[in-house]
């Protein structure tokens, strides 16, 4: 139920339903499942409903208990915090939201006087505090908390005088070693310490930490949790840990564990975790590298075995997750500091939930001292990539140097994408590994060729390459161009490599028929008049229109000169009349035709 729901006349009145099942309704507006949704505002208009409701309602402090939202509280009259107050009466408490600098004392007086009635709060304190401020404010956290359940918070690191930054830290006995209810612990910019020995530990679900300076410390503390099922371990900085033969470190089994987010300045941190920690059979795994950390693998000279131990780790958690989740989408990316990144999601658009969620996203070990430790045929081998249906590949360059990673392997067994989202350094590096992109094409004009023209260079570099090659992405239909050149390290223009890979689709048989271009701004866009050629017509091109102050229109057009020609008169004239102050703000719709745009109304 929402606002908008609440707010239109429905006979509620004439609809009696019976107390218990309305009070079932509103407590199911409490739920903290949709950020976006307005709690708060939609229980104080279902109050003003009609006198059963508000009846309901206004009895119940089980449910203003929980609405204790310190975002929409600070948009309310300063009285409207006491007379929910008043509401709440002896209720458990759910507190949510931003701490601003605003509702900070409100924020540390509920938190001094009510603590011990809190079961959940999930808060962010990201704005200025002055010193020792922090330190007033979560003291309570240090004493018992009878009823607490969920934990969550979140706080920035302060700006020091000298320019460097403080994490907060808490200094005591966390709850005072009492918190029986309490099922999740998740921290982002807070340092403490936990005691290995207290009860409470081994009821947790939800393990998140920051900054640890122990791995010892940290495996002590996950074999006091056998009931784990998120893990994460953030900023890890243990640099003896590959050195010191003597730590030994316990093997902890997790039965439940469901997903271990790991993250590192120096990914060899992470390797003890994944070989001495058992999780379930599907367990999913997330790895990344911290900010503090300069470079990737290169950032510690190891021995090759510790590379290959690294690999070995990883690879035994990708199988089990993938045996148990094949996935549908795959984004696979080459990055300027030496590193390739698989992943079951699409940065771009299908970002998981923040911890906890279990996915696989993964750093593999790729420099000097990799070369070999790759085997090409284990690798297109891999029984879950011909079921991935979308695939996002980013290469940074063209030229980037693999050292011995099987890229091409890889994207070969990729044999049911049908959506391929990608840049324009990454399609280049397609074209050259099938010798269809010849170095000739990199210092002329494609739009200056015609397409029989372009063909015959295609079908020479072909010949030239001596070799017969299945099409890559054979079953392809949609192509996104998800970035435009790189303006770091330009290897070629933006109208050479694009018309290239579209005319190796149609000449390979590839039933691609969707050029999408929505992710670049309509002033970005690549050369597309080579798409107005006969032999393309069949083609749908999808871009938006980006008009300052308004909200982007999303448009379909088919090939076709006249259309495309359109296009670009139209934009040029409607972006001119509405910088002007002419015209109606343009809604968020999607124009499909098949005659010119400037031949239909602007409604």
């Given at each position: 139920m929402n606002l908008s729901e609440v707010a239109q006349p429905n006979g509620a009145s004439n609809a009696r339903l019976n107390d218990d099942l309305l009070w079932l309704i509103f407590m199911k507006n409490t739920q903290l499942d949709d950020p976006s949704h307005n709690r708060l505002a939609t229980a104080r208009c279902s109050s003003q409903v009609c006198r059963q409701w508000r009846s309901v309602l206004l009895q119940a402090s089980s449910i203003w208990g929980r609405l204790l939202d310190l975002d929409e509280l600070r948009k309310m009259p300063y009285f409207w915090r006491d007379m929910l107050a008043e509401r709440i009466a002896d209720a458990l408490l759910w507190i949510r939201g931003p701490v601003s600098v605003e509702m900070r004392p409100y924020f540390a007086r509920v938190l001094d006087e009510k603590w011990d009635r809190i079961q959940v709060m999930d808060i962010s304190d990201y704005e200025y505090s002055y010193d020792g401020e922090r330190e007033k404010v979560y003291a309570p956290l240090l004493r018992k908390a009878s009823n607490l359940q969920i934990l969550k918070i979140s706080i920035a690191e302060e700006d020091l005088r000298d320019g460097s930054k403080r994490w907060f830290s808490l200094q005591g006995r966390l709850f005072d070693n009492h918190a029986p209810f309490l099922d999740e612990i998740v921290f982002h910019g807070i340092s403490c310490k936990f005691q290995p020995n207290v009860p409470w530990l081994s009821n947790l679900r939800v393990l998140s930490l920051d900054r640890q300076r122990s791995t010892l410390a940290v495996f002590r503390l996950l074999n006091a949790?056998?009931?784990?099922?998120?893990?994460?371990?953030?900023?890890?900085?243990?640099?003896?840990?590959?050195?010191?033969?003597?730590?030994?470190?316990?093997?902890?089994?997790?039965?439940?564990?469901?997903?271990?987010?790991?993250?590192?300045?120096?990914?060899?941190?992470?390797?003890?975790?994944?070989?001495?920690?058992?999780?379930?059979?599907?367990?999913?795994?997330?790895?990344?590298?911290?900010?503090?950390?300069?470079?990737?693998?290169?950032?510690?000279?190891?021995e090759l075995y510790v590379y290959t131990r690294m690999l070995e780790g990883i690879k035994r958690y990708m199988d089990g997750y993938f045996k148990h989740h094949p996935p549908t989408s795959l984004s696979i990316s080459v990055g300027a500091s030496v590193?390739?990144?698989?992943?079951?999601?699409?940065?771009?658009?299908e970002s998981p939930a923040l911890f906890p969620s279990a996915c696989f996203s993964a750093i593999f070990p790729l420099n000097a001292n990799t070369n070999g430790l790759y085997q090409p045929e284990e690798w297109s081998a891999l029984p879950w990539l011909p079921k991935v249906e979308k695939l996002?590949?980013?290469?940074?360059?063209?030229?980037?140097?693999?050292?011995?990673?099987?890229?091409?392997?890889?994207?070969?067994?990729?044999?049911?994408?049908?959506?391929?989202?990608?840049?324009?350094?990454?399609?280049?590096?397609?074209?050259?590994?099938?010798?269809?992109?010849?170095?000739?094409?990199?210092f002329g004009s494609i739009s200056s060729l015609s397409l029989v023209e372009t063909t015959l260079a295609v079908r020479t570099a072909e010949a030239?390459?001596?070799?017969?090659?299945?099409?890559?992405?054979?079953?392809?239909?949609?192509?996104?161009?998800?970035?435009?050149?790189?303006?770091?390290?330009?290897?070629?223009?933006?109208?050479?490599v694009f018309p290239t890979f579209v005319l190796y689709c149609i000449e390979s048989g590839i039933p691609l028929s969707v050029i999408d271009l929505t992710p670049i701004s309509s002033q970005s866009l690549?050369?597309?008049?080579?798409?107005?050629?006969?032999?393309?017509?069949?083609?749908?091109?999808?871009?938006?229109?980006?008009?300052?102050?308004?909200?982007p229109i999303i448009r379909e057009d088919r090939c076709d000169s006249e259309a495309l020609n359109g296009f670009q008169l139209r934009d040029i004239w409607r972006a001119h009349l509405l910088n002007m102050g002419f015209g109606k703000t343009p809604p968020e719709r999607v124009y499909r035709h098949v005659i010119p745009p400037m031949m239909y109304d602007d409604d």
């Open positions: 949790m056998p009931l784990l099922e998120h893990v994460r371990i953030a900023d890890l900085f243990d640099m003896m840990i590959l050195e010191d033969e003597g730590v030994e470190l316990p093997s902890i089994k997790l039965p439940r564990l469901a997903s271990l987010w790991l993250n590192s300045p120096y990914l060899f941190n992470l390797l003890p975790f994944l070989e001495r920690l058992t999780p379930s059979k599907d367990c999913g795994l997330y790895i990344g590298q911290s900010p503090a950390g300069h470079g990737s693998f290169l950032s510690l000279q190891v590193r390739i990144t698989i992943q079951d999601y699409w940065d771009s658009q996002e590949f980013l290469m940074s360059q063209a030229q980037r140097l693999l050292h011995g990673f099987p890229l091409i392997p890889l994207l070969s067994a990729l044999s049911s994408v049908t959506t391929l989202s990608t840049s324009e350094e990454s399609l280049l590096f397609i074209m050259k590994h099938l010798n269809t992109f010849k170095p000739a094409l990199l030239s390459g001596n070799t017969s090659k299945p099409p890559l992405f054979p079953h392809l239909r949609t192509l996104k161009l998800a970035q435009i050149r790189n303006q770091n390290y330009p290897t070629t223009s933006t109208n050479e690549p050369g597309v008049g080579f798409l107005s050629h006969p032999r393309l017509r069949h083609l749908t091109i999808k871009w938006r229109m980006d008009v300052p102050g308004r909200e």
